[in-house]
């Protein structure tokens, strides 16, 4: 039997609809979170099949501890969902420093950790999948999310490198960037201040802030709906490397590489020049 384990299981996230989907199929799943007693209902309805952990997981310790209890209780972990993260907003120069190693603790170092952690039984069986939790911040440099953006495209690139790596030992890595889904994610911004050190991006930060706090509730994106593509994905016999989630994401995506292909070749003649003259 198939053994999940879940990072981010806030109620009405991505965490919590994999763990539903996974338990539809029968697996049994291990779900983590920061409050785990907002679990406690759930937990009980799925009884010995799913088990809930508290996890911070910028705690290295707790991660390890996790990860152990997990394969202790279910014998081993067969896909490890990295999902937890949360954006912070702010413009590139003045966003608080504390707030940009917050981000990369959250939603890239988390990611290292876990992976570390989970990967030595997955090599040891041989087989195994990992789905990160990118987004389409990750391909697109959001403005007001720059360092959200920065540490999902380090991801993204993890993600890559990671891939080849462990293929050689049957484990499948996937990366997921979904669009604006209708979770919680937005919910406390209208509780935060603002955290901005320069005030000529004031305006700009604030406008950020009131767009978020506007669309909470109003996202296109249905997360159930979204991790079934995952799992259809994962379920092909070719599986693909990445799945954008959303309509919206797609065309940004789309809109973003076909920029990118069209200049990479209006400067081909830059781009192969750069190299020393041919020897023949």
Same mark, same amino acid.
């Given at each position: 039997m198939t053994t999940w384990f879940i990072t981010g299981g806030s109620p009405g996230g991505f965490g919590i609809a994999y763990a539903d989907a996974a338990l539809e199929r029968g697996d049994n799943v291990v779900l983590t979170a920061r409050r785990p007693k907002l679990l406690t209902d759930w937990a009980a309805r799925h009884g010995d099949r799913a088990l809930v952990l508290p996890l911070d997981v910028t705690d290295t310790?707790?991660?390890?501890?996790?990860? =152990?209890?997990?394969?202790?209780?279910? /014998?081993?972990?067969?896909?490890?969902?990295?999902?937890?993260?949360?954006?912070?907003?702010?413009? @590139?120069e003045g966003t608080p420093e504390s707030d940009v190693r917050r981000s990369f603790e959250l939603n890239f170092f988390s990611v290292t950790e876990l992976l570390r952690a989970a990967l030595p039984g997955m090599r040891a069986r041989r087989s195994g999948w990992i789905v990160n939790m990118s987004s389409?911040?990750?391909? =697109?440099? @959001? #403005?007001?999310?720059?360092?959200?953006?920065?540490?999902?495209?380090? @991801?993204? /690139?993890?993600?890559?490198?990671?891939?080849e790596e462990v293929a050689p030992f049957g484990i499948h890595v996937l990366a997921v960037e979904p669009g604006a889904f209708r979770t919680h994610a937005y919910a406390s911004f209208s509780d935060e201040s603002v955290s901005e050190s320069v005030s000529a991006y004031? #305006?700009? @930060?604030?406008?950020?802030?009131?767009?978020m706090i506007d669309q909470d509730g109003h996202q296109p994106g249905d997360p159930r709906r979204g991790v079934r593509a995952v799992l259809d994905a994962m379920d092909q016999e070719k599986p693909p490397r990445r799945i954008v989630l959303g309509a919206a994401g797609y065309d940004?995506? =789309?809109?973003?590489?076909? /920029?990118?292909?069209?200049e990479l070749r209006a400067y081909e003649g830059a781009s192969r020049g750069a190299d020393f003259p041919s020897e023949r």
């Open positions: 310790e707790q991660i390890r501890d996790a990860v =152990r209890t997990a394969e202790d209780h279910f /014998g081993g972990i067969d896909v490890l969902v990295n999902n937890a993260g949360r954006g912070w907003y702010g413009s @590139v389409v911040a990750g391909l =697109r440099g @959001v #403005p007001g999310f720059g360092y959200y953006s920065a540490a999902k495209f380090a @991801v993204e /690139g993890l993600t890559e490198a990671l891939r004031l #305006p700009f @930060v604030e406008s950020v802030r009131t767009a940004a995506v =789309r809109e973003q590489l076909e /920029g990118m292909i069209g």
